[in-house]
């Protein structure tokens, strides 16, 4: 049973805490923010009230913070709660940093660190703000939908517990401090970038800044992508690449593309030549069949070529009828092909197997199974896209937020961040320049170009890679919303533990990083941004 939740005003609090002096806090105050419940009326979208769990003082001499947890109740008794936490600085910067979560969320990510920051750049609460997270309203794993047969934890995951999150955060923030944050960000990776996209689009105004880090903006199209793919893998005969055979393709990829950006240096940094330069037809097999892992079978060329370009959805959405094509013949790594052809080529059960799942397939299958069947025995692998379209674009509405119309964000001063990996095969980086270009047409290149920038990360997939990326966006993006210091070219580092500290610069799109022919190479000034 859940606990009862006083809805009293919000103003709840001791004389010690509303007297703290502007923007610092002692433990004294922090131990009595437990003490504090925040009313239904205090959040924009309808809930039953917030109330603290746990308080405590953590960190270490140097950078001490309060650390919140607590919880958000749910309208719908048999919902779940949306579970936050909240990281109060005890010397604060009168700044906030809300994050996203990833793939169906369930539990709360890193909340008190930015995505991606380098090492050597002081975290984002030793810069003094407060940072916040939730697990967007359900418990559970990454990859388990079952929670989308609640409506309510539905309609939370859908972006609702976007803003619930915020409002409750910043009412706590104001207790602590006595005032809300003077800046507002957002930031998150994956399907913390989707978040990112949602909350400048819904709610324009609670943001003063958002970085959009691999954004799955389209999740319904990219779920039936997954399930295209599946089908391609598990129900055609011969077409499953194995892991050795994925290693053929990356390093053959990787073999003719390296150089093409100036540099052998592991990195496919100019992918466009790679695509007209590497040729597939150079790994079949004799006559097209299968003879072991220095080869590629005629269903196995047929699969690579059906991920090299646009992905069939099998219906036609609002946004389309296929999905932005992987970059398998652009520079992703072994690793990453492995991630969307599994680990075997067996049919896969629905809820466990003894091989890893094509993860495309595998968040697609949760998808038809919990959200569009709401059936969890239902088999995905013969999901007719076309029998369902109603529900589908239902769904879309819902969830999907790749509206290009941010004028409300951009009249409020908002600045947007977007960074995609050109070697990402959990999210393709063709679905960022998709969404970018429509950010084009709607304001013009000049006039998007004073409010927001886009980088391609070369040799990055989704969270790993040839390069694996650090880069300071948190600063670079408080630079231009306070300051209005504009990001020009940035420099990406290295941290893959072989690689690590070398440098190249993030181009703005469409360049790419080209190295100049003499310099030290793992500096970012021997490179210069070129155009295509």
């Avoid at 077409?239 to 990195?267: E, F, M, Y």
């Avoid at 003879?291 to 070529?305: E, F, M, N, Y």
């Avoid at 025995?377 to 119309?405: C, G, M, W």
Wanted: aromatic fraction near 8%.
């Amino acid at each position: 049973m859940k606990a009862s939740l006083c809805l009293c005003p919000l103003v709840l609090f001791t004389a010690t805490v509303l007297s703290a002096p502007d923007k610092s806090l002692i433990q004294a105050q922090c131990v009595a923010l437990k003490n504090v419940h925040i009313s239904a009326a205090a959040i924009g979208l309808p809930t039953r009230g917030a109330r603290v769990t746990t308080v405590a003082m953590a960190g270490h001499p140097g950078n001490q913070h309060c650390k919140v947890e607590g919880q958000i109740e749910p309208v719908d008794t048999d919902a779940p709660d949306i579970n936050f936490e909240l990281y109060l600085p005890l010397d604060w910067n009168g700044k906030a940093l809300q994050l996203g979560g990833s793939g169906f969320d369930g539990a709360i990510k890193d909340a008190d660190t930015a995505r991606l920051a380098p090492a050597a750049t002081p975290g984002a609460i030793k810069q003094g703000y407060a940072t916040f997270a939730s697990d967007s309203g359900h418990q559970g794993g990454v990859s388990d939908a079952s929670f989308t047969l609640n409506q309510e934890a539905w309609d939370n995951f859908a972006g609702a517990q976007i803003k619930k999150t915020h409002d409750v955060a910043v009412a706590l923030i104001r207790q602590a401090y006595g005032r809300k944050p003077d800046r507002m960000y957002f930031q998150g990776n994956s399907q913390g970038g989707h978040e990112a996209l949602a909350a400048i689009q819904r709610f324009p105004l609670d943001y003063d800044g958002a970085i959009a880090i691999h954004p799955v903006y389209n999740v319904v199209e990219l779920h039936l992508a997954g399930i295209s793919i599946g089908k391609a893998i598990y129900n055609t005969p011969g077409a499953w690449i194995s892991p050795a055979k994925a290693a053929l393709i990356a390093n053959a990829v990787t073999g003719a593309c390296d150089k093409l950006d100036g540099l052998a240096d592991g990195v496919v940094a100019d992918p466009d030549a790679c695509s007209t330069t590497f040729k597939l037809a150079h790994l079949r097999c004799p006559e097209g069949k299968d003879v072991g892992a220095s080869c590629l079978s005629d269903p196995q060329i047929a699969l690579v070529r059906m991920l090299d370009k646009p992905v069939p959805l099998g219906v036609s959405l609002l946004t389309g009828d296929h999905f932005a094509p992987w970059p398998i013949l652009r520079g992703a790594d072994a690793s990453a092909l492995v991630s969307v052809f599994g680990s075997g080529a067996n049919r896969p059960k629905p809820e466990a197997s003894n091989i890893i799942i094509s993860f495309p397939y595998m968040m697609g299958d949760q998808a038809v199974r919990y959200e569009v069947m709401r059936d969890a025995s239902y088999d995905s692998l013969r999901f007719d896209p076309a029998a369902h379209e109603t529900r589908l674009k239902e769904l879309a509405v819902q969830i999907d937020n790749d509206s290009a119309d941010i004028h409300a964000f951009v009249q409020h001063g908002g600045k947007l961040l977007l960074m995609h990996g050109t070697a990402d095969m959990a999210v393709p980086p063709g679905n960022t320049v998709a969404y970018y270009e429509k950010l084009k047409a709607e304001f013009g290149e000049q006039e998007l170009h004073r409010f927001a920038r886009f980088y391609l990360a070369p040799g990055f997939t989704h969270s790993s890679g040839t390069y694996l990326v650090s880069w300071d966006s948190l600063g670079t993006l408080d630079k231009w919303v306070v300051h209005g210091i504009d990001p020009g070219q940035q420099v990406m580092t290295d941290t893959n533990k072989a690689t690590a500290g070398r440098e190249m610069p993030l181009c703005d799109y469409p360049l790419f990083p080209r190295y100049n022919g003499k310099g030290d190479p793992k500096v970012a000034s021997s490179f210069t941004c070129a155009s295509r």
